[in-house]
T-cell receptor, first 111, second 111 residues
Framework: AAGVIQSPRHLIKEKRETATLKCYPIPRHDTVYWYQQGPGQDPQFLISFYEKMQSDKGSIPDRFSAQQFSDYHSELNMSSLELGDSALYFC??????????FGPGTRLTVT | DAKTTQPPSMDCAEGRAANLPCNHSTISGNEYVYWYRQIHSQGPQYIIHGLKNNETNEMASLIITEDRKSSTLILPHATLRDTAVYYCIVRVSPSASKIIFGSGTRLSIRP
């Protein structure tokens, strides 16, 4: 079965640079979520979109923005990167009424 | 969302049933119990969810007490690949809402 696709899988950036992470949900799933997991931490919710509209917002820095496009894929844009942004970034998708299915994650390293 | 309490770690012999407990004494009537797991550095994996009735799927069984204040996830025949952190999460509805991950239970399977 098709799963959530995230790209790139690994990304290395320098401080103050920008990064764009992409997420392709499972076909027919209408909701996308973004989570951040720092080293040794549990995943933390950042933001979600339902039918291309922002549905919820967590502890997402103002330097980050995200959107969901007409084909339901989503992008997380991160600017002015800081060392503390180094983490695993997971995207998940769901169809209303069901569980969230997570992608393999993007490992972002900021140097 | 209701708070959950899980033991920080457990171990189980390979081939035996692994029973992971979760307390959610403040659960509300419209809150579901979800279980996810995360194998090291992989995306969290949805396992099962339920409202009040016991549930079973190809991965596990979920037993919810009659008062709904606690539940048990059962992996009937644990394998080494079941070694992971298991998260018990209570959410208002199954639809588009974020997951708040707690500390979870680190399950180790002994050969």
């Amino acid at each position: 079965a098709a799963g959530v696709i995230q790209s790139p899988r690994h990304l290395i950036k320098e401080k103050r640079e920008t990064a764009t992470l992409k997420c392709y949900p499972i076909p027919r799933h209408d909701t996308v979520y973004w989570y951040q997991q720092g080293p040794g931490q549990d995943p933390q919710f950042l933001i979600s979109f339902y039918e291309k509209m922002q549905s919820d917002k967590g502890s997402i820095p103002d330097r980050f923005s995200a959107q969901q496009f007409s084909d339901y894929h989503s992008e997380l844009n991160m600017s002015s990167l800081e060392l503390g942004d180094s983490a695993l970034y997971f995207c998940a998708s769901s169809l209303e009424g069901g569980g969230q299915y997570f992608g393999p994650g993007t490992r972002l390293t900021v140097t | 969302d209701a708070k959950t309490t899980q033991p920080p770690s457990m171990d189980c012999a390979e081939g035996r049933a692994a029973n992971l407990p979760c307390n959610h004494s403040t659960i509300s009537g419209n809150e579901y119990v979800y279980w996810y797991r995360q194998i090291h550095s992989q995306g969290p994996q949805y396992i099962i969810h339920g409202l009040k009735n016991n549930e079973t799927n190809e991965m596990a069984s979920l037993i919810i007490t009659e008062d709904r204040k606690s539940s048990t996830l059962i992996l009937p025949h644990a394998t080494l690949r079941d070694t992971a952190v298991y998260y018990c999460i209570v959410r208002v509805s199954p639809s588009a809402s974020k997951i708040i991950f707690g500390s979870g239970t680190r399950l180790s399977i002994r050969p």
